[in-house]
């Protein structure tokens, strides 16, 4: 069984752009989440969608958006881009029920000049 | 406060010995409770989970979770190597089901 998909792996962007990260779950996992990891704030929640609905939300400004698509694979956006939005941005997928057992993708890195 | 405490370390233990890391949580309603293992430069993988008070043994792990005091732990019994890596606690919020991390313990095996 294939595991978690993030594209890209890396990704070089300056401030003020926007940047769409894409996940692909494991076959039949409905439920994606997406996180945030900086050697300083350690994992950070965004969100989780699950059926193409947003079940959680953290507490990022509103700059940061995502989707699920019918496939379960879901996009996460960053918009007007900040220095500080440089981060390795992880994906996980569930099978849904208590997002128990997340399975991490490797991961994008994004650095913001 | 923190939802999710750790230590940040780094905790150096050798090899053969045991490892015990620890994490206090802040939402009293939270049942499900995990710890997360990320080697450098990948990404976390699930290791243990527990979900009621006492000890649960998988190997040479073993989880302990006290839901009075707030507290869950995890004994790595005979430490390689192999187990030097970033352990993470994860909690799930009673309110919305939320999956949230702490910090993370740096651990170092020393041969």
């Known amino acids: 069984k294939a595991g978690v998909t993030q594209t890209p792996r890396y990704l070089i962007k300056t401030r003020g752009q926007q940047v769409t990260l894409s996940c692909s779950p494991i076959?039949?996992?409905?439920?994606v989440s997406w996180y945030q990891q900086t050697p300083g704030q350690g994992l950070q929640f965004l969100f989780e969608y699950f059926s193409e609905t947003q079940r959680n939300k953290g507490n990022f400004p509103g700059r940061f958006s995502g989707r699920q698509f019918s496939n379960s694979r879901s996009e996460m956006n960053v918009s007007t881009l900040e220095l500080g939005d440089s981060a390795l941005y992880l994906c996980a997928s569930s099978s849904g029920r208590n997002n128990e057992k997340l399975f991490f993708g490797s991961g994008t890195q994004l650095s913001v000049l | 406060q923190k939802e999710v405490e750790q230590n940040s370390g780094p905790l150096s233990v050798p090899e053969g010995a045991i490892a015990s890391l620890n994490c206090t949580y802040s939402?009293?309603?939270?049942?499900?409770f995990f710890w997360y293992r990320q080697y450098s430069g990948k990404s976390p993988e699930l290791i243990m989970s527990?979900?009621?008070?006492g000890d649960k043994e998988d190997g040479r792990f073993t989880a302990q979770l006290n839901k009075a005091s707030q507290y869950v732990s995890l004994l790595i019994r005979d430490s390689q190597p192999s187990d030097s890596a970033t352990y993470l606690c994860a909690v799930i919020r009673s309110q919305g089901g939320k999956l949230i991390f702490g910090q993370g313990t740096e651990l170092s095996v020393k041969p």
């Open positions: 076959s039949g996992h409905r439920s």
């Open positions: 939402d009293r309603g939270s049942q499900s």
């Open positions: 527990i979900y009621s008070n």
